[in-house]
C-alpha cells in the first residue's frame, strides 16, 4: 500500500493566477497519475508522470496549462496555469506502488480548487 | 476509450438488505476491472480487483462478479450498513501501463 498527501487542501484563486499542486508519496513509486474530478462527475485523467521521463497528457490536456514535475520517486507536483472558473474542480493524484505485482491504485485526499 | 455507465441515480436501500451496483462497458474486455469507494470530500479507495479470467471475487460483505459476454460487471454489498454509505466506482484498466478510466459512480444510501 501507499499513503499520499496533497497540498494544498483547498484553495480559492483568482483567475488568471496559477497554483502548484504537490503530492508526496511514503515510498517508491514509478507509476504517478494526475486527475481532475470535476462537481457530481467521475475522475478524469490528466497525466501519468513517471520519474526521470517527460508526463504523458491525455487528450484534451496540454502541459502548457498542466506543467507537471517528478523530481524523485516519491513526489510530484502538478501546476493549473492561468486559471479561469472552469477549472474549478478537484485535483487528485494517485500511485500504483508496484507495476506486475499490484495493479490498484492508491489516491490522494484530493486538493479542491475554487476559481473565482 | 471505453464508456463505462453506471447507475447515475442514487440507490437507496434499508440496511441488513443487498445492494447490487451494474457497471456497463462498451468496447474491448480489460484484462481487470476494478470497483472503489469514494466519501464526500476524500479520495477513491481500492476495494476490489476481478481479472477477465474470474467469474467472482468476494472480501467480506463485498462480491464483484465480472461477465465479458455481458460486457457487465455487478457489485454487491448485502447485510447493508449505513457506513456502507458512499459513491463506488468502477474504473477499467485502459492499457498495460495500468491507466485506469473510471465510470461516473453510483451513491449508495443506506437508511437504518
Known amino acids: 500500500s501507499a499513503v499520499i498527501s496533497q497540498k494544498p487542501s483547498r484553495d480559492i484563486c483568482q483567475r488568471g493566477t496559477s497554483l502548484t499542486i504537490q503530492c508526496q508519496v511514503d515510498?517508491?513509486?514509478?507509476?504517478m497519475f494526475w486527475y481532475r474530478q470535476q462537481p457530481g462527475q467521475s475522475l478524469t485523467l490528466i497525466a501519468t508522470?513517471?520519474?526521470?521521463?517527460?508526463?504523458?497528457?491525455e487528450s484534451g490536456f496540454v502541459i502548457d496549462k498542466f506543467p507537471i514535475s517528478r523530481p524523485n520517486l516519491t513526489f510530484s507536483t502538478l501546476t493549473v496555469s492561468n486559471m479561469s472558473p472552469e477549472d474549478s474542480s478537484i485535483y487528485l493524484c494517485?500511485?500504483?506502488?508496484?507495476?506486475?505485482?499490484?495493479?490498484?491504485?492508491?489516491f490522494g485526499p484530493g486538493t479542491r480548487l475554487l476559481v473565482l | 476509450s471505453q464508456k463505462i455507465e453506471q447507475n447515475s441515480e442514487a440507490l437507496n436501500i434499508q440496511e441488513g438488505k443487498t445492494a447490487t451496483l451494474t457497471c456497463n462497458y462498451t468496447?474491448?474486455?480489460?484484462?481487470?476491472l476494478q470497483w472503489y469507494r469514494q466519501d464526500p470530500g476524500r479520495g477513491p479507495v481500492f476495494l476490489l480487483l476481478?481479472?477477465?479470467?474470474?467469474k467472482e471475487k468476494r472480501k467480506e460483505r463485498l462480491k464483484v462478479t465480472f461477465d465479458t459476454t455481458l460486457k457487465q460487471s455487478l457489485f454487491h454489498i448485502t447485510a447493508s450498513q449505513p457506513a456502507d454509505s458512499a459513491t463506488y466506482l468502477c474504473?477499467?484498466?485502459?492499457?498495460?501501463?495500468?491507466?485506469?478510466?473510471f465510470g461516473a459512480g453510483t451513491q449508495v444510501v443506506v437508511t437504518p
Open positions: 494517485s500511485v500504483e506502488p508496484g507495476r506486475g505485482r499490484e495493479e490498484t491504485q492508491y
Open positions: 515510498s517508491q513509486v514509478t507509476m
Open positions: 508522470a513517471n520519474q526521470g521521463s517527460e508526463a504523458t497528457y
Open positions: 468496447n474491448y474486455s480489460p484484462a481487470y
Open positions: 476481478i481479472r477477465e479470467n474470474e
Open positions: 474504473a477499467l484498466v485502459a492499457d498495460s501501463w495500468g491507466k485506469l478510466q
